[in-house]
């Protein structure tokens, strides 16, 4: 069992709005990654992070910003929420082994009105 | 661009047959492969792995199967139960330091008792 969690599980916000999406992880991986999905469509990396202050962007062009203060911890926040920011955000973590086994978090639903 | 795809966007069966999820990718560079498990609500959960030295790997129930030749990766699940009702989703990764996983359009998989 994945020791990551996410929160908020489920968040509706108005439009304009500054929200952090929170994401921390117990194993220890010094990777974590943030995916876009929309329900029931593939993954789409957003932003990843190899270590401590270490920041990517990912594949799919984002709004939002992230932070790596501490190995644990990876946030996501969005400055001004959109409508089109409606989606499920998953977080997940993987060694640095090369094996790239991604373990992931049980998701926040994000609706934008 | 390099892409991971299925082949069906949704597969049902019976409760007690073999069920099997396909998948094609492109990228000849990919030496590792994950299945990931998504039901609803949840995130995605891992499955099973598997090298590009290998051509098959078996776990509980469920076995992956590697064809390098024709680059196409198979799920097959034995006795099919209702609680496999779920996304399956394959992920391909290179291997090296610093490459992220790519993840591939779903198949919805339905079982009915």
């Known amino acids: 069992e994945a020791d990551i969690y996410q929160t908020p599980r489920y968040l509706v916000i108005g439009t304009g709005k500054k929200i952090t999406l929170e994401c921390s992880q117990t194993m220890g991986h010094d990777k974590m990654y943030w995916y876009q999905q929309d329900p029931g469509m593939e993954l789409h990396l957003i932003h990843y992070?190899?270590?401590?202050?270490?920041?990517e962007k990912g594949d799919l062009s984002s709004e939002s910003t992230v932070s790596r203060i501490r190995t644990e911890h990876f946030p996501l926040t969005l400055e001004s929420a959109r409508p089109s920011h409606t989606s499920q955000y998953l977080c997940a973590s993987s060694e640095s082994t090369g094996r790239e086994t991604q373990y992931f978090g049980p998701g926040t639903r994000l609706l934008v009105l | 661009g390099e892409s991971v795809g299925l082949h069906l966007p949704t597969l049902s069966v019976q409760e007690g047959d073999n069920s099997i999820i396909n998948c094609a990718y492109s990228?000849?560079?990919?030496?590792?492969f994950i299945w990931y498990k998504q039901e609803s609500g949840k995130g995605p959960q891992f499955i099973i792995d598997?090298?590009?030295?290998?051509d098959k790997r078996q776990g509980q129930r469920v076995t992956v199967l590697l064809n390098k030749t024709v680059k196409h990766l198979s799920l097959q699940i034995a006795a099919t139960q209702p609680g496999d009702s779920a996304v399956y989703f394959c992920?391909?990764?290179?291997?090296?330091?610093?490459?992220?996983?790519?993840f591939g359009k779903g198949t919805t998989l339905s079982v009915s008792s």
């Open positions: 598997i090298r590009s030295n290998m």
């Open positions: 992920a391909e990764n290179k291997g090296q330091a610093g490459t992220a996983l790519i």
């Open positions: 990228n000849s560079a990919s030496d590792y």
């Open positions: 992070s190899y270590g401590v202050n270490s920041t």
